[in-house]
């Protein structure tokens, strides 16, 4: 893009601007109408798993009922509070979906890759922890107790499970040795196409996986999480006092958190685009493509499901679980990653000697090892930490009820 | 181009933090201080620094400043009341101090020193790695020391939280 450009025009910067113009806009596009798909693949779910229809009158299957909720919520009036703190209230929604949009920049669609920067996974962690300041917003600016309520539920809950979720990527990390999105693709690239190369099917990498995905689902506000919008107990959350086209931009960042969630999970654990095939110069490329959204929207379709299976979560329930099982084991995951790379990459250099015993660095006893030795500390882990949690949490939570 | 991205960054960051000091709303000053933040995060991106912007943006922006509005409207405190300058001496001391810092910067401007010469590009100075391999080598006092100091407030609050759940039993 910016080559062609710069051969016609010759104007260097002018360049630089187009191509991200015009990479924005597709991201935009491209965006919305996932995100159309993902409400009515939400809807259609749920309403198979509850034994009813769901939304089938518009167009064939119903597929064009969100364009029909898209013109029904443009056309309503638009209503801020009287009380309302108006430029707060305002400029909430508009940060809610900023920070959710600017995640994509660095998300790769199979091999399109929109701009890879060396602390890519960082840069996704940063942009996400700024929609936590979005929803406080929304939550005050509303003058309205529900609507705070809702807010101070989602900045505690999004912060709490904010530190195992990173702390599940720092062992991908640590895996990778980059914190660029397209390494860590790359990494899980195996020149045989095998799928056994991608991290999920490494204990380190399984454990990474579950911690990442539970915690993403509160990040995202998701069913058994969503107590901050919870409809029996708080009307709609920070939400409450948004109608109209501010109340639909809410919506579509909440639905494209959710997709972008489904997007890093599946580029950082099931190898993003990668599958049969999508090595080969054009052709590959669509097949990548292809790959990323079959994973993705596979993946959210697994968030569907949770959704009609758990019920909500009590308040704290949802921290308990974050401060003394997630983030547990998030950290004993760092020391058997530790445990894996040791074992499997270093010699008598960094003062692994006795690894060399067992061949040289990456060969097949060395990874059997390590898979034993780390399969076992994480089982380990995951049942002690369970154990304890189902022995002591019963009593604490009787003796101090938590209010917030 | 890089000095009217800066310039254009520098004024927004300034003015943001003028409107931090001079808003009467708490949230509204806290909601400036989270812009002000960004700014200087960008900053660090011009300054080849994009570790240093995202670790700005994430710890700053998103988890203290989400804490400092948390805390804010948690006690509904957001007007705070017109009460007397309980600290008077502050006044004159501050502005002795701001104008040191003036002539502290005038000076560096004006007459700067011979750079310290760097073995990297600096491009690869603000490069994950090779920070984190400065962090723990040279400056591994300083971290260590740093981390000692976040223990000790990390236990303090805990400290403070078992307190007041004896005094509940008893």
């Given at each position: 893009m910016r080559a062609m450009w710069e051969f016609f025009f010759g104007v260097g910067w002018l360049a630089?601007?187009?191509?991200?113009?015009?990479?924005?806009?597709?991201?935009?596009?491209?965006?919305?109408?996932?995100?159309?798909?993902?409400?009515?693949?939400?809807?259609?779910?749920?309403?198979?798993?509850?034994?009813?229809?769901?939304?089938?009158r518009v167009g064939p299957f119903g597929l064009f009922q969100p364009i029909a909720e898209a013109i029904k919520t443009i056309t309503k009036e638009d209503i801020t509070p009287t009380d309302a703190d108006r430029w707060v209230h305002f400029l909430a929604p508009v940060v809610i979906l900023a920070s959710t949009v600017a995640a994509f920049a660095?998300?790769?669609?199979?091999?399109?890759?929109?701009?890879?920067?060396?602390?890519?996974?960082?840069?996704?962690?940063?942009?996400?922890?700024?929609?936590?300041?979005?929803?406080?917003?929304?939550?005050?600016?509303?003058?309205?107790?529900?609507?705070?309520?809702?807010?101070?539920?989602?900045?505690?809950?999004?912060?709490?499970?904010?530190?195992?979720?990173?702390?599940?990527?720092v062992s991908i990390v640590m895996l990778v040795g980059s914190m660029s999105v397209v390494d860590v693709i790359q990494n899980q690239m195996d020149p045989y196409g095998n799928i056994l190369s991608w991290h999920i099917f490494t204990p380190v990498g399984l454990l990474s996986f579950i911690v990442f995905w539970i915690a993403s689902l509160a990040e995202g506000e998701r069913p058994p999480f969503d107590n901050p919008e919870a409809e029996s107990e708080l009307v709609a959350g920070y939400m409450t006092e948004y109608g109209g086209m501010k109340f639909a931009v809410l919506f579509l960042a909440n639905y494209l958190?959710?997709?972008?969630?489904?997007?890093?999970?599946?580029?950082?654990?099931?190898?993003?685009?990668?599958?049969?095939?999508?090595?080969?110069?054009?052709?590959?490329?669509?097949?990548?493509?292809?790959?990323?959204?079959?994973?993705s929207l596979g993946l959210f379709f697994v968030m569907v499901w949770i959704r009609g299976v758990v019920p909500r979560l009590r308040i704290d329930e949802l921290m308990h679980f974050a401060w003394k099982f997630l983030l547990p084991l998030a950290l004993v995951n760092i020391f058997s990653t530790s445990l894996w790379i040791a074992i499997i990459r270093w010699g008598a250099e960094q003062g692994m000697g006795i690894a060399e015993a067992l061949g040289a660095p990456g060969s097949i006893a060395r990874i059997a090892v390590a898979w034993v030795v780390t399969a076992i500390?994480?089982?380990?882990?995951?049942?002690?930490?369970?154990?304890?949690?189902?022995?002591?949490?019963?009593?604490?939570?009787?003796?101090?009820?938590?209010?917030? | 181009?890089?000095?009217?991205?800066?310039?254009?960054?520098?004024?927004?960051?300034?003015?943001?933090?003028?409107?931090?000091?001079?808003?009467?709303?708490?949230?509204?000053?806290?909601?400036?201080?989270?812009?002000?933040?960004?700014?200087?995060?960008?900053?660090?991106?011009?300054?080849?620094?994009?570790?240093?912007?995202?670790?700005?943006?994430?710890?700053?922006?998103?988890?203290?400043?989400?804490?400092?509005?948390?805390?804010?409207?948690?006690?509904?405190?957001?007007?705070?009341?017109?009460?007397?300058?309980?600290?008077?001496?502050?006044?004159?001391?501050?502005?002795?101090?701001?104008?040191?810092?003036?002539v502290m910067a005038g000076y560096a401007l004006f007459f700067p020193g011979t750079p310290v010469p760097t073995t990297q590009t600096p491009n690869e100075i603000g490069a994950p790695d090779i920070l984190a391999r400065k962090l723990f080598s040279t400056y591994l006092l300083p971290f260590e020391i740093t981390s000692v100091l976040l223990l000790v407030?990390?236990?303090?609050?805990?400290?403070l939280t078992m307190k007041s759940r004896e005094g509940d039993r008893v």
């Amino acid at each position: 893009m910016r080559a062609m450009w710069e051969f016609f025009f010759g104007v260097g910067w002018l360049a630089t601007l187009t191509s991200y113009l015009t990479i924005t806009t597709a991201i935009l596009v491209a965006g919305s109408l996932v995100m159309m798909l993902l409400t009515w693949i939400e809807r259609r779910g749920l309403g198979y798993m509850q034994d009813r229809k769901g939304p089938n009158r518009v167009g064939p299957f119903g597929l064009f009922q969100p364009i029909a909720e898209a013109i029904k919520t443009i056309t309503k009036e638009d209503i801020t509070p009287t009380d309302a703190d108006r430029w707060v209230h305002f400029l909430a929604p508009v940060v809610i979906l900023a920070s959710t949009v600017a995640a994509f920049a660095v998300i790769p669609w199979g091999n399109l890759i929109p701009v890879d920067i060396n602390v890519g996974v960082l840069y996704i962690v940063a942009v996400s922890a700024v929609h936590t300041v979005g929803i406080l917003m929304a939550g005050w600016a509303s003058n309205n107790k529900f609507a705070l309520l809702g807010g101070m539920r989602g900045v505690a809950q999004a912060i709490s499970y904010e530190i195992p979720q990173v702390l599940s990527l720092v062992s991908i990390v640590m895996l990778v040795g980059s914190m660029s999105v397209v390494d860590v693709i790359q990494n899980q690239m195996d020149p045989y196409g095998n799928i056994l190369s991608w991290h999920i099917f490494t204990p380190v990498g399984l454990l990474s996986f579950i911690v990442f995905w539970i915690a993403s689902l509160a990040e995202g506000e998701r069913p058994p999480f969503d107590n901050p919008e919870a409809e029996s107990e708080l009307v709609a959350g920070y939400m409450t006092e948004y109608g109209g086209m501010k109340f639909a931009v809410l919506f579509l960042a909440n639905y494209l958190t959710n997709f972008a969630i489904c997007a890093v999970t599946a580029g950082v654990f099931l190898g993003g685009g990668n599958g049969p095939g999508s090595d080969i110069p054009i052709l590959g490329t669509l097949l990548s493509v292809f790959y990323f959204l079959a994973k993705s929207l596979g993946l959210f379709f697994v968030m569907v499901w949770i959704r009609g299976v758990v019920p909500r979560l009590r308040i704290d329930e949802l921290m308990h679980f974050a401060w003394k099982f997630l983030l547990p084991l998030a950290l004993v995951n760092i020391f058997s990653t530790s445990l894996w790379i040791a074992i499997i990459r270093w010699g008598a250099e960094q003062g692994m000697g006795i690894a060399e015993a067992l061949g040289a660095p990456g060969s097949i006893a060395r990874i059997a090892v390590a898979w034993v030795v780390t399969a076992i500390i994480n089982v380990v882990a995951f049942f002690l930490v369970a154990r304890l949690n189902a022995t002591r949490g019963v009593t604490t939570y009787q003796a101090t009820p938590t209010a917030v | 181009m890089e000095i009217a991205f800066f310039i254009i960054t520098a004024l927004l960051t300034i003015g943001a933090a003028v409107a931090m000091v001079l808003s009467h709303n708490a949230v509204h000053s806290a909601l400036w201080l989270v812009l002000n933040f960004f700014g200087v995060a960008v900053l660090y991106l011009l300054l080849n620094a994009p570790f240093l912007a995202m670790v700005q943006i994430t710890v700053y922006a998103g988890a203290i400043m989400v804490l400092f509005l948390f805390v804010i409207m948690l006690l509904g405190s957001e007007q705070g009341q017109e009460e007397v300058n309980g600290l008077p001496w502050q006044t004159p001391v501050a502005l002795v101090m701001g104008l040191l810092l003036v002539v502290m910067a005038g000076y560096a401007l004006f007459f700067p020193g011979t750079p310290v010469p760097t073995t990297q590009t600096p491009n690869e100075i603000g490069a994950p790695d090779i920070l984190a391999r400065k962090l723990f080598s040279t400056y591994l006092l300083p971290f260590e020391i740093t981390s000692v100091l976040l223990l000790v407030a990390l236990i303090g609050a805990v400290v403070l939280t078992m307190k007041s759940r004896e005094g509940d039993r008893v």
